[in-house]
């Protein structure tokens, strides 16, 4: 039995309006893979999960930065990973050096996809689509964060962020990581970095950094899906995920906008202390 609190990898697989995301992961009340899609969420328990290196085995689910091998009641399926995007450096910075009751991890913020899932005897093909990989582990998922994550827009642009409400040595402050790729560039917002936080609800995130100032507006259109949330090393939690939020990006460097984009198929979970 796993004791050492929880961690969980997030596979997302979206094509148009089709989004497909499975979670691997495994806690102190055992092993277990969720699966999240346009059409709802469903939770699996499965006997074991063992990870070495970047190869993780979920019962008979097998999850790479190759791809992944789906093998559930009513789901199954394979998809093959182009070459992932990894950023230039951890995103938790130098936060990693330290003891934290949650650490993320992003290990692709964009690539290709081959092949699809059946799921309930209706096949979906992710061929031509974009696939993104992250972490998290540690014992509890923050009281209070917003996460968004969206790699569908009309030209190549991968975009994480992240405001959460950070326990640290005694002391509580909000936290800020954020990564945009972009134009062949990667743009880092984040607490370490001197991000200030000037907005982040459930309609507008506005983030500021040096001669960076980012601006996400949100529409979400229902209270999303149910999946378990880590609570003590236990999943007794309960958080909810759209992954259909319209979001509207202006990046501006240097007072110029080198970057405005929207869409449709945004990820988001919202969580309120």
């Not at 290990?107 to 081959?114: C, E, K, P, Q, V």
């Amino acid at each position: 039995m796993w004791n050492e609190g929880f961690e969980g990898w997030y596979f997302k697989h979206q094509k148009g309006d089709d989004m497909l995301a499975f979670i691997p992961g495994r806690a102190e009340s055992g092993a277990f893979v969720q699966m999240i899609s346009s059409a709802g969420a469903r939770q699996f328990d499965v006997p074991e999960l063992s990870a070495a290196g970047s190869v993780i085995r979920a019962g008979n689910c097998f999850f790479s930065r190759h791809g992944c091998r789906v093998d559930l009641p009513g789901v199954c399926g394979r998809i093959t990973y182009g070459p992932l995007t990894p950023l230039c450096s951890d995103i938790m910075g130098p936060f990693r050096f330290f003891p934290m009751e949650c650490r993320h991890g992003v290990f692709s913020m964009g690539h290709t996809l081959r092949g699809g899932v059946t799921i309930d005897g209706k096949m979906h093909s992710f061929s031509g689509g974009h696939g993104y990989i992250e972490k998290d582990s540690g014992t509890s998922f923050p009281s209070a964060y917003l996460w968004l994550q969206c790699n569908d827009f009309s030209v190549p642009c991968d975009l994480m962020v992240s405001v959460a409400h950070i326990p640290f040595g005694g002391i509580c402050f909000t936290g800020c990581i954020c990564a945009i790729v972009y134009g062949g560039q990667e743009y880092r917002l984040a607490t370490y970095n001197g991000v200030h936080i000037h907005a982040a609800d459930a309609r507008h995130i506005r983030l500021s950094q040096g001669n960076l100032l980012l601006e996400i507006d949100l529409g979400v259109s229902h209270g999303g899906h149910p999946l378990r949330a880590p609570v003590q090393g236990q999943m007794s939690g309960r958080v909810r995920e759209t992954v259909d939020a319209e979001i509207q990006v202006r990046l501006w460097a240097g007072g110029s906008l080198v970057l405005e984009q929207s869409s449709r198929h945004a990820a988001c979970e919202f969580v309120t202390a």
